[in-house]
C-alpha cells in the first residue's frame, strides 16, 4: 500500500484559498488518490479523487504532480465550515471492495 | 434518502457484555464497511463486506464478527466486550465492488456509534 505523508495541522484565514500538500511517493501506477474530510465528532465525508489529470468538482479542487508523488487539495474560499481534519488517502486495489487506509491527516483550521 | 444510518448513537457496556451494532444503507450500495476510531487517530478498518454475502477482514477485525444480513444491512458484533474497544464506530458504504478504473469508489459515512467499555 503507497504511504501518503500530510502535514499535521495548518492554518488559513477566511475567503482565502486553503492548500493542503500531500506526498505519496511510493503510488503505483493504477492508485487513485482521494480526499476526504472529518469535521468534529461527525462521519467522514468524501471530496474528491484523481488518479493523473488534475481533478475539480463544486468542493475542491486536486492539482497532482507528474510524477504522481504528490499532491495538492485546494479549497478556494475557505470558510469557517471547512475547519476539519483533511485525509489524503491512496486506494488499496483489491479484487473485490475498496478499502481506504486513513492516516492522521491535517487538522485545517480556518480562522476569521 | 437518508444515506447511511447506524444504531445507536451511544452505548456503554461492562467488560464481557455483548451487543450489536447496526448499519443500513438506501443507495443500493454494492459494498460496505466498518471502521473504529480511537481519540486523535485516523479511522481503522475492521472489517468489509465487498457485496451481499461475503465478508472479509480488515485491519483490525480480533474481537469483532459481521454479519451482511442483506444488500442493505450491515452489523458488527462485539461478542465479548473489552475496554480496548472504547471507540467511535463508523459505517459507510460505496456502489463499487472494486476493479481496475471501477467508478464509484467513494465511500459515504455514517453519524457513527461511541462505544464506551468500563
Known amino acids: 500500500d503507497a504511504k501518503t505523508t500530510q502535514p499535521t495541522s495548518m492554518d488559513c484565514a477566511e475567503g482565502r484559498a486553503a492548500n493542503l500538500p500531500c506526498n505519496h511517493s511510493?503510488?503505483?501506477?493504477?492508485?487513485?488518490v482521494y480526499w476526504y474530510r472529518q469535521i468534529h465528532s461527525q462521519g467522514p465525508q468524501y471530496i474528491i479523487h484523481?488518479?493523473?489529470n488534475n481533478e475539480t468538482n463544486e468542493m475542491a479542487s486536486l492539482i497532482i504532480t507528474e510524477d504522481r508523488k504528490s499532491s495538492t487539495l485546494i479549497l478556494p474560499h475557505a470558510t469557517l465550515r471547512d475547519t476539519a481534519v483533511y485525509y489524503c488517502?491512496?486506494?488499496?486495489?483489491?479484487?473485490?471492495?475498496?478499502?481506504?487506509?486513513f492516516g492522521e491527516g491535517t487538522q485545517l483550521t480556518v480562522n476569521p | 434518502n437518508a444515506g447511511v444510518t447506524q444504531t445507536p448513537k451511544f452505548q456503554v457496556l461492562k467488560t464481557g457484555q455483548s451487543m450489536t451494532l447496526q448499519c443500513a444503507q438506501d443507495?443500493?450500495?454494492?459494498?460496505m464497511y466498518w471502521y473504529r476510531q480511537d481519540p486523535g487517530m485516523g479511522l481503522r478498518l475492521i472489517y468489509y463486506?465487498?457485496?451481499?454475502?461475503?465478508?472479509d477482514k480488515g485491519e483490525v477485525p480480533n474481537g469483532y464478527n459481521v454479519s451482511r444480513l442483506n444488500k442493505r444491512e450491515f452489523s458488527l458484533r462485539l461478542e465479548s466486550a473489552a475496554p480496548s474497544q472504547t471507540s467511535v464506530y463508523f459505517c459507510?458504504?460505496?456502489?463499487?465492488?472494486?476493479?481496475?478504473?471501477?467508478?464509484?469508489?467513494?465511500?459515504?459515512f455514517g453519524p457513527g456509534t461511541r462505544l464506551t467499555v468500563t
Open positions: 488517502i491512496v486506494r488499496v486495489r483489491e479484487t473485490s471492495g475498496s478499502r481506504l487506509t
Open positions: 459507510a458504504s460505496s456502489a463499487s465492488t472494486g476493479g481496475e478504473g471501477t467508478a464509484g469508489h467513494e465511500q459515504y
Open positions: 511510493t503510488i503505483s501506477g493504477n492508485e487513485y
Open positions: 443507495m443500493n450500495h454494492n459494498s
Open positions: 484523481g488518479l493523473k
Open positions: 463486506s465487498a457485496s451481499e454475502g461475503t465478508t
